[in-house]
């Protein structure tokens, strides 16, 4: 926009892939680390609204990038990333579905799509309307 200082190329774009069973995955690209040609970049924004609080604004902005540069920090300092260790003990997130039904509202929200798949690979059976 013309408030921005940069285009925004990357970020904010879908990014995915078809299958060859002809299903689809997408996502976008909010809090990623693009790197290209050695150099590394991250970018955050937020959803300005005519009632909007600047500074709010700005401090969402810098949570929203602290971890995407907290692992480039330390990444260039040489340390390991921290094993990732389960919420709950035995949970199996590919499992989590089974035996459950969610209905979806779609309410012409593409979002709403993505979060049907990601519902259905824990093994649920989801439901989208309109």
Request: aromatic letters at 8%; charged letters at 25%; zero cysteines.
């Given at each position: 926009?013309?408030?921005?200082?940069?285009?925004?190329?990357?970020?904010?774009g879908a990014v995915g892939h078809v299958a060859?069973?002809?299903?689809?995955?997408?996502?976008?690209?909010?809090?990623?680390?693009?790197?290209?040609?050695?150099?590394?970049?991250?970018?955050?924004?937020?959803?300005?609204?005519?009632?909007?609080?600047?500074?709010?604004?700005?401090?969402?902005?810098?949570?929203?990038?602290?971890?995407?540069?907290?692992?480039?920090?330390?990444?260039?300092?040489?340390?390991?990333?921290?094993p990732v260790e389960p919420v709950v003990e035995?949970?199996?997130?590919?499992?989590?579905?089974?035996?459950?039904?969610?209905?979806l509202v779609d309410h012409e929200d593409s979002?709403?799509?993505?979060?049907?798949?990601?519902?259905?690979?824990?093994?649920?059976?989801?439901?989208?309307?309109?």
């Open positions: 926009g013309s408030h921005e200082r940069s285009a925004r190329a990357w970020y904010g060859f069973d002809g299903s689809l995955n997408t996502g976008l690209t909010l809090r990623t680390i693009h790197y290209a040609d050695g150099v590394a970049s991250v970018r955050a924004g937020a959803t300005l609204l005519y009632d909007s609080d600047p500074v709010a604004e700005e401090a969402e902005t810098e949570l929203k990038a602290s971890a995407m540069l907290g692992a480039l920090r330390s990444t260039a300092a040489g340390e390991s990333p921290a035995g949970f199996d997130p590919e499992e989590a579905g089974i035996g459950k039904r969610v209905l979002f709403v799509h993505t979060l049907a798949n990601y519902l259905r690979q824990t093994g649920a059976d989801v439901e989208v309307s309109r």
